[in-house]
Every structure is written in C-alpha cells, then in structure tokens.
C-alpha cells in the first residue's frame, strides 16, 4: 500500500477547507508573529536563529551545504512534527504551507505522509494566500455605512443590527481599537495590520456579497492599522446613514465609557492629539480631568472631534447621505429607526 497523496491546492481551495480542516504553518516563529492564517498552528521546521544560520550558509557555501546544515536542525525534531501533525490531524486529514510554497512545506508534507497522514499544500504559500485576500477587497459589495459623531454609540448600534439578522463587518473589532485618540483605553494591544487584514479577511469573505453588509464609519487609520485600500474605498462611495445625537448625551455616554479608567491614562491619550486642539485646551481638559470634572474635559475634545468628522463628511461631496435625527443616545431605539429608514428607503431603492 502506498503512502496517502498529498495534494496541491491553490489559496481559494486552501482557504474554503480551513472550515473543516486544521492548518501547520511551517515558518519560523518569528514569521509567524509578523502575519499568520488566522486558526492556523505554528509547527516552525527552523527557530529563527536556525533559518538565520541556514540562510547564511547558503549565501557563503551554496544550496547543497545549505540543505546539510538544515538536515542537522530537522533530524532531532522529526517524531516530534509527527506527533504533533497526528495531533492536530482531523480523519488522517492535515493542511501545510510555508512562506512561497517551497523546500519547507514540501518537506514537512512528506515527513506527514510517510507517517500516514493526507496532506494538503498551499501553492506558492503564505505569500499567495496574501495575494488572494489582497485581491478579495475589490469585490463589489452592497456596503451600508453607519455615520455620527464621537459618543454616538455607533458600535453597539452595529452589534443591535447585527442581533437583528444582518450581517456586519466590525473594523474596531478586529483592530483593537475604537479609532479615536482614547481608542486604545480597555483593547487588549493591537494585531499588526497584516494580522489585521487576516482576521478582517476570515469575515469578509465568508459575506453574502448581494445582500446589505452594515459597516461603521472609520478614517484610513484605526489606531496603528490602516482599512485596506480597496475596502476604504467601497466605504466612501457606499449609501451612508448618519445618525445626530445631541452632544449633551454624547458627553455622558463617554464619561460612562471612560471615567472609570485610571486618569493618567486619560490625560496621556489627550496629550497626544494636544496640537491639534490646542495648547490652552490642553490644558483645560487635563485640569477636568484631574478634578474628575470629566464633562468639561469631554466637551473640549469633542469640539475638536466633532470639526473634524463634518470635514470628513463634507468631503464625501454626497447628496445621498441619510441623515437621523435621534432624540437619544440608547442603542435599541436608534436601531429601531435605523431600520425602519432603512426599510423605506429599500422601497425607493431596491438595490439596497
């Protein structure tokens, strides 16, 4: 009997039996920090060090002392990627890829089949499966953009709407961060934006791209990671439902979000956006702070928040942009209105 086959699989086929089946990204660990498929398990050939040597020995001595000198880091581990191979193996079944598809996932696939395992290996590797999720974002879709000021409670109106049956896509979710200046108060660290646009892709892709994908309103920028492109770019041109919520309850929603939060923290995410509101504004809004009078401090940062979203808005140069008065700031209300708007305007608009 011969061994079970490995299989060579393109990043779309790759990606659609990640549903069903455990992934072994063969990269050094340090790869694997950088940017991995999101689910997959890092069983490294090389440590970092072991694929700095191996590279070098190459450079200097050439392929055939380069493979020698792997072989001398592989050999010792062998049972060990085999036992972990069985362990992650769903019915004898295991998928594999390295960087570029190359030597590594290629060894790796063999030592699991000779250990009776069938293998899938992702052709041309982590950096194609990249290339298709790259290309993914410039799928047409039927993007609904939720709009309003800083307070609005855009976030858990998404969450309610997503409740309600509809499909969301998060962008502060996935980037740890609720995109303004204190965005960073209560998220665990931020991914790095290529762990960032893996994690957003594994949703994306799996939309209805025909019906409504609902999707708050950000700048290019969430924190440190950036929208993709392409992404960015449907959102800007996409039908747009923006909500107006009195500033008065704005306040206290972010006193509720935020005055609980040690205050150092507080006058340190201040400080950073200081030029942009000004030095004695600055100053005012650390001294409510620091005498707990977080309204006044509130007030003064969203004077500078609130200019800038209506620059924002206004450059979108649109005259179809729904705009929603609502007389509270609680969640399940504004829903409510949200979608029966919604609803009416799916009447005169069927594309919606």
């Known amino acids: 009997m011969g061994f079970p086959m490995i299989h060579t699989i393109d990043a779309e086929e790759f990606t659609a ?37 191996t590279g070098i020995m190459y450079k200097n001595a050439g392929r055939e002392a380069a493979v ?21 193996a769903v019915s004898k079944k295991i998928m594999v890829h390295c960087w570029r598809g190359g ?5 790796m696939a063999w030592l699991l089949s000779t250990a009776g395992l069938e293998v899938y290996l992702l052709r041309g590797g982590y950096k194609a499966y990249r290339k298709y999720i790259r290309e993914s974002w410039n799928h047409p879709s039927n993007l609904i953009v939720l709009s ?7 976030t858990e109106i998404l969450k309610q709407i997503e409740q309600k049956g509809f499909q969301i896509l998060d962008l502060e979710q996935f980037a740890r961060h609720k995109g ?3 965005g960073a108060i209560g998220e665990e660290p931020q991914p790095s934006n290529e762990q960032f646009e893996n994690n957003l892709s594994d949703a994306w892709l799996k939309m209805n791209f ?21 992404l960015y770019q449907q959102m800007q041109k996409a039908r747009t439902i923006c909500i107006d919520i009195p500033k008065s309850m704005r306040i206290e929603r972010l006193i509720l979000d935020y005055a609980q939060h040690p205050k150092e923290l507080l006058v340190e995410s201040i400080t950073r956006i200081g ?15 620091e005498k707990g009078d977080f309204a006044a401090a509130i007030d003064i940062v969203l004077a500078y928040y609130d200019r800038t979203y209506e620059f924002d808005l206004d450059r979108k140069h649109r005259s179809d ?9 609680e969640a399940e209300s504004n829903t409510q209105l949200i979608l029966k708007h919604f609803s009416a305007e799916k009447v005169n608009h069927p594309d919606l």
């Not at 020698?68 to 992650?88: N, W, Y």
């Not at 729904?322 to 700031?329: D, G, N, R, V």
Request: hydrophobic content about 35%; some cysteine.
């Open 17 to 53: 039996l990640r549903n069903s089946l455990k992934v072994l990204d063969v990269r050094s660990p340090g790869e694997y920090a950088q940017g991995h498929i999101p689910g997959s398990v890092n069983l490294p050939l090389f440590t970092d060090e072991e694929r700095r040597q």
């Open 68 to 88: 020698l000198e792997a072989l001398g880091f592989v050999g010792p581990k062998m049972q060990d990627f085999v036992k972990i191979g069985r362990k992650h």
């Open 103 to 107: 030597m590594r996932s290629e060894s």
């Open 148 to 154: 309003g000021k800083t307070g609005s409670g855009k």
């Open 180 to 182: 303004s200046a204190f």
């Open 210 to 230: 025909e019906a409504p994908i609902w999707v708050e309103d950000e700048s290019r920028f969430i924190g440190r990671v950036n929208v993709p492109e392409p």
């Open 275 to 289: 030029r942009r509101i000004g030095g004695q504004h600055l100053k005012a809004a650390i001294a409510g702070i």
């Open 321 to 329: 942009i729904l705009h929603l008065q609502c007389e509270t700031a």
